[in-house]
């Protein structure tokens, strides 16, 4: 870009922080200070707002960068992403929204903890909610990193690193100033922004081909470099080796399952006053993503035609800048006034939606931190939820009055404080692992996090919703039980070590044959589910158990 263009470029940006630091500088002024404020915003959004902000925290970097740059170097295969994020939300709203907002209050482990001993719950997934927010945020990361290298011209090591710092500063300090209220209003103003310009983008490809998407399509496959094959399965997975068949299989089980385990979007569910309206609020959600990646579809195939598979890969090996480069193409070229004026707008777009994703992010996993480690590790006669270590359900503990209250609400003042804490650690170990995966495609890294949450987080989910003979043991079992395969066959895979586009390139030490675990960890979770509770000492509780069921399907007793 010229001198003028990136001026324009780092106009724009300047012009979406300043935008998100006003929100969060709003937020922060209207603050209660309270722990129901700061996870949950106080509870006072509507269906509609909250349907925009689940829509804002899912509709990540991965989707506007990584899946219509799958899409431009391997097609059909790159299609997968975009159908499996989308199925995922029939399970959230069918088994999912209703029930996790009357059973908890601002985590997971407020679910799970309503019939369980909550010490030890709390501890295995706060544990769980940390590595999956991670491993997301590094992928958003390293979206924004390779976004603003590429628009800036400054494709070396420290254009990135600049970036990634200056993003995990901006997360950090939309969640320590603004909590759960300023991370909801960034999203749907995000929301807003990003379905608009991925609509503008949709609406220019397809007048290029006269709205033919056949055309589109043939026009795809003809400069992709892989001409029929270009439509149909088996260029990234199910191809000769059976290892590559697997990973598909693998692949889609992690996005249609992980959604409904992922921290940050089960949190949302706690922002809306009740069942009926979180339940609303995916019902929104799901129009809005459906709607977003039926035009993903339409920019990785545009890209594939206008500016060819190979050019995508040449800028990116990862794909990640096939977006950027298709809307300099529409624009009249990169050279253009017009082009370039185009992919600064999209690029701002794409840096409002990473910041706003992080937020979330980050805000899951320092509530994590605070109101499920922290609690249970360091008060744990006073642990959120709370108080009598039979975990009774929370309820009622807001209603009583005098001393016991009083002492709770100093509790969930410090575990504010530990939040804010926490957000910066996090923020720091991100900012971390994300400079070392700056070659990794991110819808792939997504896939890995959704992978994580589907073998760990969902399994004890609905155990605990929807199985009587659930135990603690059976709890903590599950959870570890899908949170350790998973990372160590990451740790094993050639995502880390063994190819080129790996963490490590120049080591091979994979033994692990597919690069997402979910085939292998989420089975493994159910199961350890299963034994735990099998091997229980004392049976559970028919008592607590009915009284969750009673609170989970009706909403008494729900905060």
């Given at each position: 870009?010229?001198?003028?263009?990136?001026?324009?470029?780092?106009?724009?940006?300047s012009?979406?922080?300043?935008?998100?630091?006003?929100?969060?500088?709003?937020?922060?002024?209207?603050?209660r200070?309270?722990?129901?404020?700061?996870?949950?915003?106080?509870?006072?959004?509507t269906?509609?707002?909250?349907?925009?902000a689940?829509?804002?925290?899912?509709?990540?970097?991965?989707?506007?960068?990584?899946?219509a740059?799958?899409?431009?170097?391997?097609?059909?295969?790159?299609?997968?992403?975009?159908?499996?994020?989308?199925?995922?939300?029939?399970?959230?709203?069918?088994?999912?929204?209703?029930?996790?907002?009357?059973?908890g209050?601002?985590?997971?482990?407020?679910?799970?903890?309503?019939?369980?001993?909550e010490?030890?719950?709390?501890?295995?997934?706060?544990?769980?909610?940390?590595?999956?927010?991670?491993?997301?945020?590094?992928?958003?990361?390293?979206?924004?990193?390779?976004?603003?290298?590429?628009?800036?011209?400054?494709h070396?090591?420290?254009a990135?690193?600049?970036?990634?710092?200056?993003?995990?500063a901006?997360?950090?300090?939309?969640?320590?100033?603004?909590?759960?209220?300023?991370?909801?209003?960034i999203?749907?103003?995000?929301?807003?922004?990003?379905?608009?310009?991925?609509?503008?983008?949709?609406?220019?490809?397809?007048?290029?081909?006269?709205?033919?998407?056949?055309?589109?399509?043939?026009?795809?496959?003809?400069?992709?470099?892989?001409?029929?094959?270009?439509?149909?399965?088996?260029?990234?997975?199910?191809?000769?080796?059976?290892?590559?068949?697997?990973?598909?299989?693998?692949?889609?089980?992690?996005?249609?399952?992980?959604?409904?385990?992922?921290?940050?979007?089960?949190?949302?569910?706690?922002?809306?006053?009740?069942?009926?309206?979180?339940r609303?609020?995916?019902?929104?959600?799901?129009?809005?993503?459906?709607?977003?990646?039926?035009?993903?579809?339409?920019?990785?195939?545009?890209?594939?035609?206008?500016?060819?598979?190979?050019?995508?890969?040449?800028?990116?090996?990862?794909?990640?800048?096939?977006?950027?480069?298709?809307?300099?193409?529409?624009?009249?070229?990169?050279?253009?006034?017009?082009?370039?004026?185009?992919?600064?707008?999209?690029?701002?777009?794409?840096?409002?939606?990473?910041?706003?994703?992080?937020?979330?992010?980050?805000?899951?996993?320092?509530?994590?931190?605070?109101?499920?480690?922290?609690?249970?590790?360091?008060?744990?006669?006073?642990?959120?939820?709370?108080?009598?270590p039979?975990?009774?359900?929370?309820?009622?503990?807001?209603?009583?009055g005098?001393?016991?209250?009083?002492?709770?609400?100093?509790?969930?003042?410090?575990?504010?404080?530990?939040?804010?804490?926490?957000?910066?650690?996090?923020?720091?170990?991100?900012?971390?692992?994300?400079?070392?995966?700056?070659e990794?495609?991110?819808?792939?890294?997504?896939?890995?996090?959704?992978?994580?949450?589907?073998?760990a987080?969902?399994?004890?989910?609905?155990?605990?919703?929807?199985?009587?003979?659930?135990?603690?043991?059976?709890?903590?079992?599950?959870?570890?039980?899908?949170?350790?395969?998973?990372?160590?066959?990451?740790?094993?895979?050639?995502?880390?070590?063994?190819?080129?586009?790996?963490?490590?390139?120049?080591?091979?030490?994979?033994?692990?044959?597919?690069?997402?675990?979910?085939?292998?960890?989420?089975?493994?979770?159910?199961?350890?589910?299963?034994?735990?509770?099998?091997?229980?000492?004392?049976?559970?509780?028919?008592?607590?158990?009915?009284?969750?069921?009673?609170?989970?399907?009706?909403?008494?007793?729900?905060?």
């Open positions: 870009m010229s001198g003028h263009h990136q001026s324009l470029t780092l106009l724009l940006f012009a979406v922080v300043a935008a998100t630091l006003a929100i969060t500088s709003w937020a922060g002024s209207r603050r200070g309270s722990a129901e404020e700061f996870y949950a915003g106080g509870r006072l959004f269906p509609l707002e909250n349907g925009f689940l829509a804002g925290d899912y509709m990540s970097a991965a989707s506007f960068l990584g899946i740059g799958l899409i431009a170097l391997y097609g059909y295969d790159g299609m997968l992403y975009s159908v499996g994020f989308l199925v995922a939300w029939l399970l959230v709203l069918l088994l999912v929204a209703e029930l996790v907002r009357n059973c209050r601002f985590t997971l482990a407020d679910v799970v903890a309503v019939r369980m001993r010490r030890p719950v709390r501890i295995a997934l706060g544990c769980s909610s940390m590595v999956v927010s991670v491993l997301y945020l590094v992928a958003q990361m390293v979206g924004a990193g390779s976004l603003v290298a590429l628009l800036l011209g400054g070396g090591a420290a990135h690193t600049w970036t990634v710092l200056g993003v995990g901006l997360m950090v300090f939309y969640v320590i100033c603004g909590g759960m209220r300023a991370t909801t209003w999203q749907i103003v995000k929301a807003v922004l990003l379905i608009g310009g991925a609509l503008a983008l949709s609406i220019l490809v397809l007048l290029r081909f006269g709205g033919d998407l056949a055309q589109l399509l043939t026009s795809a496959a003809g400069r992709s470099g892989h001409g029929a094959d270009f439509l149909a399965p088996g260029l990234r997975y199910g191809g000769a080796g059976w290892a590559s068949r697997l990973d598909f299989i693998s692949l889609g089980l992690a996005l249609v399952l992980g959604t409904a385990g992922l921290p940050h979007i089960l949190a949302r569910f706690y922002t809306v006053p009740t069942a009926r309206a979180a609303r609020s995916v019902v929104w959600a799901i129009g809005l993503i459906g709607s977003f990646y039926l035009m993903t579809i339409v920019l990785g195939t545009g890209a594939a035609a206008l500016v060819g598979s190979d050019a995508v890969r040449r800028s990116s090996p990862a794909g990640n800048t096939a977006v950027p480069l298709l809307s300099a193409e529409l624009g009249g070229g990169a050279d253009s006034t017009g082009g370039a004026a185009l992919t600064a707008l999209v690029a701002a777009v794409a840096f409002a939606t990473i910041l706003a994703v992080v937020a979330g992010i980050t805000l899951a996993a320092s509530a994590a931190a605070a109101h499920d480690l922290y609690a249970s590790c360091a008060r744990p006669g006073t642990a959120a939820g709370r108080g009598d039979a975990g009774a359900p929370h309820a009622p503990r807001r209603r009583d005098g001393r016991k209250r009083q002492r709770g609400d100093g509790n969930r003042t410090d575990e504010v404080f530990v939040a804010r804490v926490a957000a910066v650690v996090v923020g720091a170990v991100a900012i971390g692992l994300s400079l070392l995966a700056q990794l495609n991110v819808a792939f890294l997504v896939g890995l996090a959704f992978a994580v949450a589907a073998s987080n969902l399994p004890v989910l609905l155990f605990a919703l929807f199985w009587r003979r659930f135990t603690t043991r059976g709890a903590v079992w599950s959870v570890y039980g899908g949170l350790l395969p998973a990372v160590v066959l990451v740790a094993f895979s050639p995502v880390v070590s063994g190819s080129p586009q790996a963490l490590f390139p120049g080591r091979d030490f994979a033994c692990f044959p597919l690069e997402n675990p979910g085939l292998v960890s989420i089975p493994l979770g159910f199961l350890a589910g299963w034994l735990g509770t099998l091997l229980s000492r004392g049976d559970a509780d028919p008592a607590r158990y009915a009284e969750s069921e009673v609170r989970s399907l009706t909403g008494a007793g729900a905060v």
